[in-house]
């Protein structure tokens, strides 16, 4: 079983356009978080959910707004999508109590 | 200057050699430290973690941590093929609901 998981897998799309990535959880963690990790692999927190509570929003344009249905899901919703959003987005979990974070496979934005 | 500074190689050592990978960071409120293994086109899956000063061996995997200079390493004995990946340090100032602060990590290829 996929302790976290993420669809889509591959994501090509153009200016423009509106898109959305899921992610999934089973392993009955607390807290959520998108990071994104661009073409020089530098890993960056976008946000993090505690008790689908928003709990960390770090600098991100508002074209960019993530929901949490439940403390199993994380979604990210993006509108107006640019050249510089291609990148790889992850999303993790951990325990309330601990720092200890799982990553999904990723999502590959590319915006053509 | 950023907060976490990681050498991002390449980096190439034949089979059985011993790899020192290293992070120096600024801010002198972090207190957990991880390493993370990352495969190609893989989500980061962690690897080792340690809280404050000190050293800890898993298998062929040693992590230390000196605060006083806050440098942190990650020490692979009997490197394998399998080794081969990107390795990112993390680090975070609090347990719980934090979000980590990446490295950009090292690429590391170990040649058979």
């Known amino acids: 079983d996929t302790a976290v998981s993420q669809t889509p897998k591959y994501l090509v799309t153009q200016m423009g356009n509106d898109k959305s990535i899921k992610c999934e959880q089973n392993l009955g963690h607390d807290t959520m978080y998108w990071y994104k990790q661009d073409s020089k692999k530098f890993l960056k927190i976008m946000f993090s959910y505690n008790n689908k509570e928003l709990i960390i929003n770090e600098t991100v344009p508002n074209r960019f707004s993530p929901k949490s249905p439940d403390k199993a899901h994380l979604n990210l919703h993006i509108n107006s999508l640019e050249l510089g959003d291609s990148a790889v987005y992850f999303c993790?979990?951990?325990?309330?109590?601990?720092?200890?974070?799982?990553f999904g496979p990723g999502t590959r934005l590319t915006v053509l | 200057q950023k907060e976490v500074e990681q050498d991002p190689g390449p980096l190439s050592v034949p089979e059985g050699a011993i790899v020192s990978l290293n992070c120096t960071y600024s801010n002198s409120a972090f207190q957990y430290f991880m390493w993370y293994r990352q495969y190609s086109r893989k989500g980061p899956e962690l690897l080792m973690y340690?809280?404050?000063?000190g050293n800890k061996e898993d298998g062929r995997f040693t992590a230390q941590v000196d605060k006083s200079s806050k440098y942190i390493s990650l020490f692979i004995r009997d490197s394998q093929p399998s080794d081969s990946a990107t390795y990112l340090c993390?680090?975070?100032?609090?347990?719980?609901?934090?979000?980590?602060?990446f490295g950009k990590g090292t690429r590391l290829s170990v040649i058979a």
């Open positions: 340690t809280y404050s000063s």
């Open positions: 993790a979990s951990s325990q309330n109590s601990g720092n200890t974070q799982y």
């Open positions: 993390a680090m975070s100032a609090s347990s719980g609901n934090t979000p980590l602060v």
